[in-house]
């Protein structure tokens, strides 16, 4: 979602760009674009051959009319490099193994771990989305992602108060966590306060809102009305619901996590509890709106720091870099 999103955004700003994937391009994408291997839909259906199959068949893919590429995965064993290369990690594969609930999954991580360093020596340029992944893989550069403005801006709140969840049941996302513990130590001492869910599975409450598959446009307005938005994911390379949050002008009150911690900077710009206190952190918004209000206006003038303008410019600035590079290497060479 977010190469489509940064794709147009360059377009719309007078960049020449090409979005090469598997699949066809959304509609009305701004951008020009080419699929690839149109005749092997395994790559598509498989994830086991999109992460060690495709990586050796873009060997084979001409790349010779571009000035730069911006890769975004499964590219380990891309080594016929003929132009400059940007790689863009969105976070670590031996974190969401360490957080994985299922067996086949976490192994199917821990695998490609290794893989991702290769894909930090093959590139020109590498970016790490937050700290976190820029650590690990000792990346050139943080990369920054950025919300659509046109849905996520400050709207009014609820007269009672409201809060939203956005992630998954089970997993990393927590929502069973958030959910129970919603009813059995927030509700009791917010009487009244009602919890929105956008989650694969949300049991039948009184006090608890199943979105059922919201819309964007509709989950942006409950992002807007809400007094918070209630995470309890235990990682997150980035974390763009805080930064949608944020935009929206609402509170964030979260688990520690990379992502967290970067886009909140360590809990200045939101609230960031272990499980032990987390309802205290809620309720604590909740009954002083004085607080509430000074997250808000932190979150606004923190979200102004990822705004698209500046994500694209520095972006910009990156493809130029690994121009540069590029170019040294080759004379070297």
């Given at each position: 979602?977010?190469?489509?999103?940064?794709?147009?955004?360059?377009?719309?700003?007078?960049?020449?760009?090409?979005?090469?994937?598997?699949?066809?391009?959304?509609?009305?994408?701004?951008?020009?674009?080419?699929?690839?291997?149109?005749?092997?839909?395994?790559?598509?259906?498989?994830?086991?051959?999109?992460?060690?199959?495709?990586?050796?068949?873009?060997?084979?893919?001409?790349?010779?009319?571009?000035?730069?590429?911006?890769?975004?995965?499964?590219?380990?064993?891309?080594?016929?490099?003929?132009?400059?290369?940007?790689?863009?990690?969105?976070?670590?594969?031996?974190?969401?193994?360490?957080?994985?609930?299922?067996?086949?999954?976490?192994?199917?991580?821990?695998?490609?771990?290794?893989?991702?360093?290769?894909?930090?020596?093959?590139?020109?340029?590498?970016?790490?989305?937050?700290?976190?992944?820029?650590?690990?893989?000792?990346?050139?550069?943080?990369?920054?992602?950025?919300?659509?403005?046109?849905?996520?801006?400050?709207?009014?709140?609820?007269?009672?108060?409201?809060?939203?969840?956005?992630?998954?049941?089970?997993?990393?996302?927590?929502?069973?966590?958030?959910?129970?513990?919603?009813?059995?130590?927030?509700?009791?001492?917010?009487?009244?306060?009602?919890?929105?869910?956008?989650?694969?599975?949300?049991?039948?409450?009184?006090?608890?809102?199943d979105l059922n598959n919201p819309s964007n446009e509709t989950l942006a307005q409950v992002v807007r009305q809400s007094w918070a938005l209630l995470s309890a994911s235990t990682y997150e390379g980035?974390?763009?619901?805080?930064?949608?949050?944020?935009?929206?002008?609402?509170?964030?009150?979260?688990?520690?996590?990379?992502?967290?911690?970067?886009?909140?900077?360590?809990?200045?710009?939101?609230?960031?509890?272990?499980?032990?206190?987390?309802?205290?952190?809620?309720?604590?918004?909740?009954?002083?709106?004085?607080?509430?209000?000074?997250?808000?206006?932190?979150?606004?003038?923190?979200?102004?720091?990822?705004?698209?303008?500046?994500?694209?410019?520095?972006?910009?600035?990156?493809?130029?870099?690994?121009?540069?590079?590029?170019?040294?290497?080759?004379?070297?060479?």
């Open positions: 979602m977010f190469v489509d999103r940064l794709a147009a955004s360059l377009a719309m700003s007078g960049v020449d760009v090409e979005v090469i994937s598997l699949s066809e391009p959304p509609a009305n994408a701004p951008y020009k674009h080419r699929q690839i291997f149109k005749g092997f839909p395994a790559l598509q259906a498989r994830r086991s051959c999109v992460l060690y199959i495709l990586p050796i068949m873009l060997n084979f893919v001409k790349f010779a009319d571009y000035d730069v590429l911006h890769l975004h995965g499964s590219d380990w064993f891309f080594v016929h490099r003929r132009v400059p290369s940007v790689r863009t990690f969105y976070g670590s594969s031996l974190w969401e193994a360490r957080s994985a609930t299922n067996l086949r999954r976490k192994l199917s991580l821990y695998s490609i771990y290794p893989l991702e360093h290769v894909a930090r020596y093959l590139c020109n340029f590498s970016l790490g989305l937050g700290v976190e992944a820029s650590k690990i893989y000792r990346t050139d550069g943080i990369a920054k992602l950025f919300a659509p403005g046109g849905r996520f801006f400050p709207g009014v709140k609820t007269e009672s108060p409201s809060f939203v969840f956005i992630g998954t049941w089970h997993g990393r996302k927590r929502g069973q966590f958030l959910h129970d513990l919603f009813l059995r130590e927030i509700l009791p001492r917010i009487p009244g306060a009602i919890l929105f869910m956008a989650a694969d599975l949300v049991p039948a409450s009184d006090s608890v809102i980035f974390g763009i619901p805080y930064l949608e949050a944020l935009m929206c002008g609402t509170a964030v009150v979260t688990t520690r996590n990379s992502g967290a911690d970067y886009v909140l900077e360590g809990g200045l710009y939101g609230v960031i509890a272990e499980d032990s206190d987390y309802s205290e952190g809620v309720v604590r918004l909740a009954q002083k709106p004085a607080v509430r209000r000074q997250y808000e206006l932190a979150g606004l003038r923190r979200a102004a720091e990822f705004s698209e303008e500046r994500v694209i410019a520095e972006h910009v600035s990156y493809y130029k870099r690994a121009i540069a590079r590029f170019g040294k290497a080759a004379v070297v060479n």
